[in-house]
């Protein structure tokens, strides 16, 4: 029987908002919400935050396992290993990758792209080659034997700091892409990086619909399409992948 793993990367360093993974939004953590969406995820058959060794990041590990999660403590700047160690320990054939700054992550759009690899139509899957969904829902999907090759064969600093840069390039990688339906809304900007980036969550959570009805990515799509306003605060910046 096959094991898929979301995994979670979190850490307290940040150049622009320290701490953001433990900043509130309508009364829990942003972790919390993240681990919840990706519990929810229907393909996964277990959840793990993996997180940097350090003093720094105790108080993330406190809230995983809060969260009834499971963690794993690796290198800081080596990414790539810290996935690497995680997918071992917790004996994954396949994984799924989010990052902690995504509290919007959609559990239903994540099991569309993870689908994509434990079908066997992929090795490596993710839903913005192009970009069209808003930034903040994205996902990477891969076996755990691409992973295994990439932790080997990655040499350069930043295939080791980005999880999937060797799997987005190397020539001989099935790749799929999830992409949006209609629409480009790659516009929207629903990441954490900065004070700005706060400012619009914790004017947004509020309006959600509490629970799994608030999931689905076209609540939020609904309450900032309404409100030009929300979407206005934080604004004017491209997403990292897009041309």
Known sequence: MSRSVCIVQA?????????????ELAGRTVLSHVLERCQAIPGIDAVCCAT???????????E???????????SEEDVLDRYYGAAKTLQADFVLRVTSDC????????DRVLAMVTSGGADFAVNNMPV???QGLDCE?????????????????????????FMRHASDVRRANVAAEGEDMSHHRWTLDTPQDY?????????????PEGWGYRVPLAL??????????????????KE
Request: glycine share 8%.
């Open 11 to 23: 850490r307290m360093a940040s150049t622009r908002l320290p701490g953001k993974v433990l900043l």
């Open 52 to 62: 940097p060794e350090g003093a720094d990041c105790d108080l993330v590990v406190a």
């Open 103 to 110: 509290p919007l992550i959609d559990p239903e759009l994540c």
């Open 132 to 134: 069209t969904w808003p």
């Open 141 to 165: 999907a891969f076996t755990f034997a691409l992973l295994e090759r990439a932790s080997r064969e990655s040499q350069i600093f930043a295939e080791r700091e980005h999880v999937g840069l």
């Open 224 to 241: 900032v399409e309404a409100d030009p306003k929300l979407a206005a605060i934080n604004a004017g910046h491209e997403h990292p992948l």
């Open 199 to 211: 400012a619009f969550f914790d004017a947004l959570f509020p309006r959600l619909s509490g629970g």
């Open 64 to 74: 995983a396992q809060r969260c009834g999660v499971e963690v794993f403590r690796g």
